[in-house]
């Protein structure tokens, strides 16, 4: 499988801005061939806290578009999405292939520190948080999920091989940010793609660090500080064999009622 993560400056309130860049990564990865691309966490919006149920409302024409250039190629990202029952938005990954939107989930861990959960619903942990593509199994979560290695357990005790967690997190903690990305494709012995925004949104400014990772944590692909795509080539039959030669994962088969 080969997979692209798109690595892009998210201007905050700027969806004609971020709309252009990321259809400019994805035309990217479609040109090398890509099957999957991942783009950060909300990256057409990035977070404007007081305006994101207006910014919502750009949501339902961009997820049109984006259909239409989804032939052959699994586009997937998350979106601020307007919640009709209330005054707040939801914070939805879409998983995009062939003109249809074929998986979505909601971010359940809102980061109260910035003031998330005032204006976002949240899902819950126990939707569900795997689709499929081409017998692949893949797991998604979001951004401050990342401290929260339930997500990446629940997913892997469900077949992931694969593991998508796009993001917005800020250079102040990077060193967070290498490090447990790295922990959780050790821990759950798959290939974990991050996709990270780079450059200032709003007041924060942010880590970059994009990354591709193989399930003994060494990394395929790294973006640092650079705006672009960047590719690997996934051998799926390779998570098998780690998983065969360091068993951790399926010894760990004991706890599968606490995820399931």
Not at 22 to 43: N, R, S, T, Y
Request: hydrophobic fraction near 40%; charged fraction near 25%.
């Amino acid at each position: 499988m080969r997979v692209a993560v798109g690595q892009m400056q998210v201007i905050a309130g700027d969806v004609d801005k971020n709309f252009s860049k990321g259809i400019e990564l994805i035309k990217q990865a479609k040109d090398e061939k890509c099957e999957l691309i991942l783009l950060p966490e909300v990256w057409t919006t990035g977070f404007l806290f007081k305006k994101l149920k207006e910014l919502s409302k750009t949501t339902p024409e961009i997820l049109k578009e984006i259909k239409a250039i989804s032939n052959d190629i699994c586009i997937c990202g998350s979106y601020v999405v307007d919640d009709k029952e209330s005054d707040k938005v939801f914070n939805i990954f879409y998983a995009i292939k062939d003109g249809k939107i074929i998986f979505e989930y909601r971010k359940t861990m809102l980061f109260g520190s910035t003031g998330e959960d005032k204006y976002f619903r949240n899902g819950g942990f126990k939707q569900k948080n795997t689709f499929i593509i081409d017998n692949t199994t893949i797991g998604v979560s979001i951004c401050y999920e990342l401290r929260f290695p339930e997500f990446f357990r629940k997913a892997a005790l469900n077949g992931a091989v694969v593991y998508l967690h796009p993001a917005i997190w800020p250079e102040t903690r990077l060193e967070h940010w290498n490090t447990l990305t790295k922990a959780r494709a050790i821990e759950n012995q798959l290939f974990l793609l991050t996709s990270n925004g780079v450059g200032m949104s709003g007041k924060w400014k942010l880590a970059g660090y994009s990354t591709i990772f193989n399930g003994w944590g060494e990394i395929l692909t790294t973006a640092q500080k650079s705006e672009g795509i960047f590719t690997a080539d996934l051998n799926i039959d390779e998570v098998k064999k780690i998983r065969e030669q360091l068993p951790s994962l399926v010894d760990s088969k004991i706890f599968r009622e606490l995820y399931t």
